[in-house]
């Protein structure tokens, strides 16, 4: 069994808390993506999953053994660093035989390992190359290839994409699902990209600033993100927020008020938000939910906005607009004709909006 | 290039760099010539007419063979060479682990003891060598090769830990920690992994050191007393000396060859030696 | 070998996991250093804190060879103060340091500045430019002593040849001379250094620097003053240090020359030392003299270390 369980994990680095009371239980086979901006504490988690930076309080179980004390040596586990880390005076073979080695395993033993593992990168033919004369996307796969002939308990991957142009890290994104779908070892991944956590994990975690902001399936964090920052973070490009003040008269139904934006609350908002009248909350709406609005959508659903940026995509076209005081961006159809300067009235999806505490900043 | 007319690039290039060249090697070229210039040539004053000090016609080998074959010059080459080879083998071993320890891992001394090994650099040989003496012969290692093997690290190591020191910083952490994910115990990762990447400044280490050792006088002057253990720069000046008589003939041969090894082995790795000394100073 | 098979616990140690006790104790970085720097401690405590330490108490005895002496408070170094040649002795060193310091960084980058330039030959060029500094100083300052010898000089030979003088310098014999020639020979002898090591510390400097000041106006002099010294400057102290340090306490090159004379012209703070301490047999004074390198060597390394550490935070 490799099964990941982390409790109630602290790092302190020289006063500075970095990660903060984690907990995370990642099952067999499962492919967890830690994302988030730098400095939130999720490279120096799996570090500590990793056996690399000591811990300063909780537990990491792996394969329900506690390892706090365990070198990296004896975990089992196997690590994709952002640079390769590829032993630049060894050629491939035997930079993905050295852990073999390291672990008395016999040739033949390493050898049918590491063939088998250049059979599934494709890299037979790089095997007595050394690191210098190979491409990025060919060296990132001998560092996959070292990490897979160990068989692991655990893989580990520190932002292992970072380094590639942008084509070469949508390929190698699909190799790696593809690989891990063959092998199904447990993966925890970090990286700070969040197409790369949505396409890849079963599972991802937001953090930030040490904290644990959710953890859960990819649609579940687009369509239900538990606080402002995972709903900002979500989603590209990312969602549009605006304070608004709820307002009712008497018994009428709540309004959502700022400077620009008078919007109807639809009944589901409505109640939960009763409560909040008179105070301010932040909405947010993504920009593929805001689309130019004809004449057949409710007024109350809808706003004034002068466009200021035109962006042509092909597929989809990205408009800046001034709403009041603020700007927020538009992503509707190609076929809209819209120039700078113009005014356009933006239609809302009843179903798609978002409210958050204006003090906590918790999804409402 | 310097731009602009021919004159200019004569007076302020060339002719400077010739001066330069000229006055650094002429020393050189005149060793060469007096090393095989016969006597009667030799003891020529400057003053008399037939003094044609830049060639000789009738070169001998008159000198370099009373060199060899009279004096103990070749036992003294001998122990030159072993002294200098000890001294280094055992200033680079001790200079890889100290700088290893120094640059990549933590503990609460590390800065102290990293000062501490610079200042041991900058405390000269003149200043220790009375009590040393004292020490040397305490230990039973007055008049061997030892005094010296056992002695000339403390001027090779911090020289030594210091550089490797630069060469490891530049050394990418991950190397290491993908070595111990991968099962290397963190000894294993330091021999297996970062002491072969580091093998050009190992080599520039080990021939600057090489060329201090052979360098050294002091030590060998004063701890050294038998003409058979004497190094080659001790043993030149006290041998070749009869009172106020100087052999110059033999006295030169005697810096030429003694300057060979050192002249050889640099020559081969100058790209070393160069990274050696400004690796040193770039710090 | 079919890859899917793999089931990830048992057989990833089928190798061995064996390791011995001393391994996982050197797993922790503390016990791990403290095992790496024994040697280097062992050596330099030895040999280089011990007689530091004996040094000191030796200088405050009045031992002899073969005569372990009595404590005397500071009688040697009040001694050294009235001694006239030990004065001598520490003016010298203060000048000989100085003129040699000035002059070979003078030449030095002047040296440095035309290497830095791309010609035919360069690399062979500077190979050789640094054999002065290879060779075993006391074997290259033999041919010194022997172009200065009075009756044989090449150099005496020259001169005259082009009419500059008319009768022979003593180079060496002359007590107002002697100082100047032990001076010429340290300055040939660590102008490679400063030349190959200022060049390398020109080589980091991004020539579009250069290009910039340029087009800014600014000649070639003012090149160099404004953008070109300030940035040598670290590579500079660190050189000058080292070299003053070296210089200070330099005895080889007077040792073959001169030995210190003629009448302690040439007497530096080793060449006394070695000749109170080991020549007269006198150790507790010769340890004394040498010791008093200590505060000034000391005050310069300070005063140097603080003035890199201004400039690098720059």
Known sequence: ?364 | MIEGAKWRRWVFFYIPLGAFILTLLFPFYWMMVTAVRPDNELYRPWSAPNYAPFWTTHPTLDHIRYLLQETLFNTWMLNTLLISIAATLISLACGLLAGYALSRLKFRFAGLLGTAIFITYLVPQTLLFIPLADIVRNFRLGDTPWALILTYPTFLIPFCTWLLMGYFKAIPRELEECARIDGAARWQAMLYIIFPIAVPGILSAGIFAFTLSWNEFIYALVFLSSPAEKTVSVGVTSELIRGDVFYWGSLMAGALLGSIPVAFVYSFFVEYYVAGLTGAVKG | ?314
């Open chain 3, 1 to 314: 070998m079919a890859v899917s098979d793999l089931a990830t616990t048992s057989d990833t140690y089928a190798g061995s996991a064996r390791r011995w006790p001393i391994t996982r104790l050197l797993e922790d970085e503390r016990w791990l250093a403290f095992v790496l720097l024994l040697p280097t401690m062992v050596v330099l405590g030895l040999f280089i804190a011990y007689p530091f330490v004996k040094g000191v108490l030796l200088s405050v005895t009045d031992a002899k060879v073969g005569v372990p002496g009595s404590f005397v408070g500071m009688q040697n170094f009040v001694l050294l103060l009235n001694d006239s040649i030990f004065r001598v002795a520490v003016w010298n060193t203060v000048v000989y340091t100085a003129v040699t310091t000035v002059f070979k960084l003078a030449l030095g980058l002047w040296l440095a500045l035309l290497l830095n330039r791309h010609f035919k030959g360069k690399a062979l060029t500077r190979a050789f430019i640094l054999l002065p500094f290879i060779i075993p100083t006391v074997l290259s300052t033999f041919a010194w002593k022997w172009m200065f010898d009075p009756t044989f000089s090449v150099i005496n030979w020259t001169l005259f040849r082009f009419g500059l003088i008319g009768s022979r310098i003593n180079w060496l014999g002359d007590p107002n001379l002697a100082l100047i020639s032990v001076i010429i020979v340290n300055i040939w002898r660590g102008v490679p250094f400063y030349a190959i090591s200022l060049l390398a510390g020109l080589q980091t400097i991004n020539p579009e620097l250069h290009d910039a000041a340029a087009i800014d106006g600014a000649r070639p002099w003012q090149r160099f003053w404004y953008v070109t010294w300030p940035l040598l400057l670290p590579v500079t102290m660190v050189v000058v240090l080292f070299s003053v340090i070296q210089t200070f306490a330099d005895f080889q090159l007077v040792y073959v020359l001169t030995g210190g004379g003629p009448a302690n012209a040439t007497q530096l703070f080793a060449t006394y030392a070695y000749q109170i301490g080991v020549g007269t047999g006198l150790l507790s004074q010769g340890a004394a003299i040498s010791l008093a390198m200590f505060p000034v060597l000391f005050v310069v390394v300070i005063a140097q270390l603080l003035y890199i550490r201004r400039v690098e935070t720059l």
């Open chain 1, 1 to 364: 069994m490799a099964r990941v369980v982390v409790r109630n994990l602290n790092k302190m680095f020289d006063g500075v808390h970095a990660v903060k009371n984690v907990n995370l239980e990642i099952n067999d086979k499962e492919f967890v993506v830690l994302v988030g901006p730098s400095g939130c504490g999720k490279t120096t988690t799996l570090r500590m999953v990793a056996g690399l930076e000591s811990i300063t309080s909780g537990e990491i179980l792996i394969g329900d053994k506690v390892v706090n004390e365990l070198p990296p040596m004896d975990r089992d586990i196997a690590m994709v660093f952002q640079n390769y880390a590829l032993y630049p005076h060894m050629n491939v073979y035997d930079n993905m035989a050295f852990g073999l080695k390291m672990r008395r395993f016999g040739r033949a033993e390493i050898n049918a390992r590491v063939q088998a593992a250049a059979e599934i990168l494709g890299i037979q033919a790089q095997l007595q190359r050394k690191p210098r004369q190979l491409s990025g996307g060919q060296r990132q796969r001998v560092a996959l290839g070292r990490a897979i002939v160990r068989h692991p308990k655990v893989f580990l991957f520190d932002e292992p994409l970072s380094n590639l142009d942008a084509k070469l890290r949508v390929q190698m994104r699909v190799e790696i699902k593809k690989i891990h779908d063959r092998l199904g070892t447990t993966a925890i991944y970090v990286t700070h990209d969040q197409v790369e956590a949505m396409t890849l994990g079963d599972r991802v975690v937001v953090m930030r600033d040490g904290v644990v902001q959710q953890v859960g399936e990819p649609l579940e964090l687009y369509n239900a993100p538990a606080n402002r920052f995972v709903a900002g973070f979500i989603g590209s490009p990312a969602m549009n927020f605006a304070t608004v003040k709820i307002v009712a008269d008497a018994d009428g139904p709540p309004w959502a008020h700022s400077e620009g934006i008078r919007i109807k609350l639809p009944a589901e908002f409505a109640d939960r938000l009763r409560r909040y009248v008179g105070e301010e909350v932040t909405l947010g709406i993504r920009p593929e939910d805001l689309r130019v609005a004809s004449s057949s959508d409710p007024t109350d659903l809808a706003f004034d906005a002068l466009v200021e940026v035109v962006e042509k995509l092909g597929s989809e076209i990205l408009l800046d607009v001034r709403v009041g005081p603020s700007t927020m961006a538009a992503a509707v159809e190609p076929t809209v004709q819209a120039k700078v300067r113009d005014q356009l009235r933006l239609a809302l999806n009843p179903d798609r909006l978002y409210f958050f505490d204006g003090v906590s900043q918790a999804a409402i």
